[in-house]
């Protein structure tokens, strides 16, 4: 267990930067979307019962992470940028009892996992602008 553990914790430490770097470029809502869409692609693979093994269940765990690499740093800057000052404490609250759900391998979280990630990249490419850039961010953050 504390294998998983690592292998999902350990994809954050190496897809996170390069994300970053890759959504400074290409901007917030496409790393999203895909990051998202990976996200919940590994996660169903966790589903089929030919995804078993050790090895498989370790290198999904690590794909999911490194996915939600692609999310983790993004969200909070979105939250940031389009939350007003009143409630966005409390949104940052949630994000992290949110992101505590990747912690747990059981079915039933697997596949809500899988349902709120498919929901939320629809609402992400419904409402996102196409790129918000910084100065335009701290201009709606001051409003």
């Given at each position: 267990m504390r294998f998983l553990s690592g292998a999902y914790i350990g994809g954050v430490l190496v897809g996170a930067p390069i994300w970053g770097l890759i959504s400074d470029r290409l901007g917030r809502p496409r790393i999203l979307i895909v990051g998202l869409i990976c996200y919940v692609a590994s996660l169903l693979l966790l589903l089929l019962p030919s995804m078993n093994g050790l090895w498989a269940i370790c290198g999904l765990?690590?794909?999911a992470r490194l996915f939600v690499a692609a999310v983790v740093p993004i969200v909070p800057a979105v939250v940031a940028a389009h939350t007003p000052t009143a409630v966005r404490a409390r949104r940052f609250a949630w994000l992290g009892s949110a992101s505590l759900l990747g912690l747990l391998s059981t079915r039933i979280v697997?596949?809500?996992?899988?349902l709120l990630g498919?929901?939320?990249m629809l609402g992400l490419a419904l409402t996102l602008p196409p790129r918000v850039d910084a100065p335009k961010a701290e201009a709606i953050a001051s409003r």
């Open positions: 765990r690590t794909a697997i596949v809500l996992a899988a498919a929901s939320m």
